[in-house]
């Protein structure tokens, strides 16, 4: 019986059998699933969504550094922007206050008050300088050791007498992710000041914020830095140094305020940067913000409006009557002022320099500011009539707020100037919510005819309108 052989002549042979025997094996047993697409094998290399969460008051932690000189005559300026109810804050002492109204006890209205760890092993080698300031900056790791949880987002450190808007600092810090190495605050106002420490440190009077993933590795090495940089002035030095050692660099906000000048800070309020207002230092140094207060009692005045809309406070608006030749500049809940004339916009953001220098003997150096100013003459007559915040009353979609004129002047004046005694500025609440990643100033109109009081109405400009005097 003959047997039957396939011998293949070569290896080629072979493999076009197996082909065959493959492309009938797929014709017969078609596929089931879907072939894979590009997206689709790309996708595997891509990282799971995260799951963003909304940052709240609560998820702050106020760290304040305060003293027992200090702290009894500070603490109204505290209760302006702590709520027990919502704010995590702690104040840190050198030592327990005591004394006849010393406030001993722990107050309710106020945080919670931690005596600071000893500092003693550290140098300090600034020549007339503050031993005090190691113990401030160590304040970032006692403050940050006793909370660290997923509950706190964002550790915020900031001076007794640094008044914040909390709820303006939400909003801004909501738009960065806490678990990336950040570091924001602001620079001084004062040129000078930058120059002899840096301009790229957040100045400790103003407040910063810390992340919480930076905050957990700068405890770690925090003492180590305090050991390098006995030679540095201030507590924000010290822990600038440390985050540049880290690799981390300043994110700049304007909104803070270390207030690095003296006097009047009209020019100052009147101009404010479109950025929200985030805090304000120094109220014992500066003059009281509106005429006819004591220092806090207008840091009170300022907050009946903060309470009311602080995401629109300071916020400056410019609008024009034509008829009339007259130029109107509203910093919403401070001041109104009211120009004869045309005056251009980018002359009304400059700020006018009604303050003077941090250092009290000014030279060239010393007068020099990190914006730009115009100068504020002292003659009444060459200045705007300027009407200052008295009162705001609430609506459930809009409010309005009254300016009244608190100096009489004989100057001459224009018509629609003359007899004028009230503003009234008409706005929605909490319209610039929406605005912080990409401001746009806001337009406004002038209700006429007007005489003791003119009405205001604010709003957003149109696409393409400019804000500039009609011809």
């Known amino acids: 019986m003959a047997i039957f052989r396939f011998i293949p002549s070569s290896i080629k042979d072979i493999c076009l059998i197996i082909s065959f025997f493959f492309i009938f094996y797929l014709l017969s047993h078609p ?10 094998v790309f996708s595997v290399f891509q990282p799971p969504p995260t799951t963003v969460t909304t940052t709240t008051i609560r998820h702050l932690l106020f760290s304040i550094a305060s003293s027992q000189k200090s702290y009894v005559n500070r603490k109204p300026y505290i209760r302006l922007w702590y709520s027990p109810n919502s704010t995590n804050a702690v104040v840190f002492l050198d030592r327990p206050v005591t004394g006849e109204n010393s406030g001993a006890t722990e107050e309710s209205d106020l945080p919670p008050v931690v005596i600071s760890g000893d500092t003693s092993r550290f140098p300090y080698t600034f020549p007339r300088g503050l031993r005090s300031a190691i113990r401030v900056a160590r304040i970032v790791k006692e403050a940050i050791e006793s909370r660290d949880s997923d509950d706190i987002k964002w550790y915020i450190f900031g001076d007794d007498d640094t008044v914040f808007i909390t709820e303006n600092l939400v ?23 930058n120059h002899l420490h840096s301009f790229k440190m957040a100045f400790g009077g103003g407040g910063f914020a810390i992340s919480r993933s930076l905050g957990r590795v700068l405890v770690r090495v925090l003492d180590s830095c305090l050991m390098r940089y006995p030679h540095v002035y201030g507590s924000d030095s010290r822990v600038y140094s440390c985050l540049v050692e880290l690799g981390v660099e300043l994110t700049n906000v304007p909104g803070f305020h270390q207030v690095d000048v003296r006097g009047n800070l009209f020019g100052i309020l009147a101009a404010h940067p479109l950025s929200p207002l985030l805090s304000l230092h120094h109220f014992d140094i500066i003059d009281p913000i509106f005429p006819g207060y004591t220092k806090l009692e207008a840091v009170r005045h300022l907050f009946k409006a903060v309470k009311h809309d602080p995401a629109r406070i300071l916020q400056q608006t410019v609008c024009y ?5 007259i130029t109107v500049s509203v910093s919403w809940g401070y001041a109104v002022q009211v120009f004869d004339g045309n005056r251009l916009l980018p002359d009304l953001i400059e700020v006018q320099k009604t303050f003077s220098s941090w250092r009290r003997k000014e030279n060239f150096f010393s007068s020099l500011h990190m914006f730009n100013t115009r100068d504020y003459s002292k003659n009444l007559c060459k200045s705007p009539e300027v009407y200052f915040f008295e009162d705001v009353f609430p609506d459930e979609k809009n409010s309005y707020t009254v300016y009244k004129r608190k100096v009489l002047t004989n100057c001459s004046r224009s018509n629609g100037i003359r007899n004028l005694i ?43 309108e400019l804000i500039a005097m009609n011809p």
């Open 321 to 325: 009557d034509s008829s009339n030749s």
């Open 171 to 193: 909003r801004v810090l909501n738009n960065y992710d806490p678990d990336k190495w950040i570091y924001i605050g602001s620079n001084s106002e004062s040129y000078e000041q």
């Open 422 to 464: 009230n503003i009234k500025v008409f706005s929605g609440v909490d319209a610039e919510i929406k605005q912080i990643n990409a401001p746009r100033r806001q337009c406004c109109e002038i209700v006429r005819p007007y005489n003791e009081t003119m009405i205001i109405a604010l709003r957003s400009c149109r696409t393409d």
């Open 31 to 40: 596929l089931t699933s879907p072939i894979p697409t590009v997206n689709t």
